[in-house]
Nanobody, 123 residues
């Protein structure tokens, strides 16, 4: 059983940056692909980015390419999401997820989820 705890969210002005962190515990971090998803009120949870076990493969949603960067630190058992050039439409709760398959945008492929961290972007 993997526990995931996100942090780093907050209120930021449009054009600003944030770095989200997701600390994993209770499992072998290197065994999992990791992903970030986000959810706005009244909307379905959507894929943002995923990273393979080795970190060598990353996939991004088109809406965040060039602005978001995912990375992982096996020693710290942590995955990061660097968010630059924030836009008001990036406002959402951001969730970290871990899966035992391949890096994918498919939400059902992820077995473990964090509680989420709120990101609010003001215009």
């Amino acid at each position: 059983q993997v526990q995931l705890v996100e942090s780093g969210g907050g209120l930021v002005q449009a054009g600003g940056s944030l770095r989200l962190s997701c600390a994993a515990s209770g499992g072998t971090f290197s065994s999992y692909v990791m992903g970030w998803f986000r959810q706005c009120p009244g909307k379905e949870r959507e894929f943002v980015v995923a990273i393979s076990r080795s970190g060598g493969r990353r996939i991004y949603a088109d809406s965040v390419k060039g602005r978001f960067t995912i990375s992982r630190d096996t020693v710290q058992s942590t995955v990061y999401l660097q968010i630059n050039s924030l836009k008001p439409e990036d406002t959402a709760v951001y969730y970290c997820a871990a899966g035992s398959g391949t890096a994918t945008s498919t939400i059902r492929a992820y077995d473990f989820w964090g509680q989420g961290t709120q990101v609010t972007v003001s215009s």
